[in-house]
T-cell receptor
Framework: GEDVEQSLFLSVREGDSSVINCTYT??????LYWYKQEPGAGLQLLTY?????DMKQDQRLTVLLNKKDKHLSLRIADTQTGDSAIYFC????????????FGKGTHLIIQP | DAGVTQSPTHLIKTRGQHVTLRCSPI?????VSWYQQVLGQGPQFIFQ???????GRGNFPDRFSARQFPNYSSELNVNALLLGDSALYLC???????????FGSGTRLTVV
């Protein structure tokens, strides 16, 4: 089946930029998403990008999409302690009927 | 505005029992999807409903069923519970089920 891969952990210093990477295999992916999950909570939609876009910026968040390499990244500028969470990459295709396919999530650890 | 609401928030059931989980989508959203998230993993797609009809189904056994009501709320039913059904069950709503999914906080189901 289709797959989404992410690194399990990323450690950054407070104030630095965080870059979380994701690769996917489904060449028919239409939308790609980044979700944030804090301990014991549901998923918070951070941003999503349509597959015909290369980049999307929203305040401290920048999403880059390399469709040729099937690589998606999320950059968080000026990382704060409140950014500590698990970040999930997800993709959807086929009009959404197959639901979202998620990666296993990247634990973002903030060092003081 | 209320987001996606799920009930109950926590539930403990015994093996072999039946459970019903409920979800109310964001006002105006016509599509509801269900996901299962076991500890340490990304969410797995179970069902998507749009305008009261099943639009998509993930790789889950027939013990799992769902329905969507005229007011677009939804129920997920699981029969003959197994220990492995212990998970966080997440509901997501979207306008038409093809992008922009907003998740609820989930129902934590523990099967003992």
């Amino acid at each position: 089946g289709e797959d989404v891969e992410q690194s399990l952990f990323l450690s950054v210093r407070e104030g630095d930029s965080s870059v979380i990477n994701c690769t996917y295999t489904d060449s028919s992916s239409t939308y790609l998403y980044w979700y944030k999950q804090e301990p014991g909570a549901g998923l918070q939609l951070l941003t999503y990008i349509f597959s015909n876009m290369d980049m999307k910026q929203d305040q401290r968040l920048t999403v880059l999409l390399n469709k040729k390499d099937k690589h998606l990244s999320l950059r968080i500028a000026d990382t704060q302690t409140g950014d500590s969470a698990i970040y999930f990459c997800a993709e959807s295709s086929g009009g959404g009927a197959d639901g979202l396919t998620f990666g296993k999530g990247t634990h973002l650890i903030i060092q003081p | 505005d209320a987001g996606v609401t799920q009930s109950p928030t926590h539930l403990i059931k015994t093996r072999g029992q039946h459970v019903t989980l409920r979800c109310s989508p964001i006002s105006g959203h016509k599509s509801v999807s269900w996901y299962q998230q076991v500890l340490g993993q990304g969410p797995q797609f179970i069902f998507q409903y749009y305008e009261k009809e099943e639009r998509g189904r993930g790789n889950f056994p027939d013990r799992f069923s769902a329905r969507q009501f005229p007011n677009y709320s939804s129920e997920l039913n699981v029969n003959a519970l197994l220990l492995g059904d212990s998970a966080l069950y997440l509901c997501a709503s979207s306008l038409e089920g093809n992008y922009g999914y907003t998740f609820g906080s989930g129902t934590r189901l523990t099967v003992v």
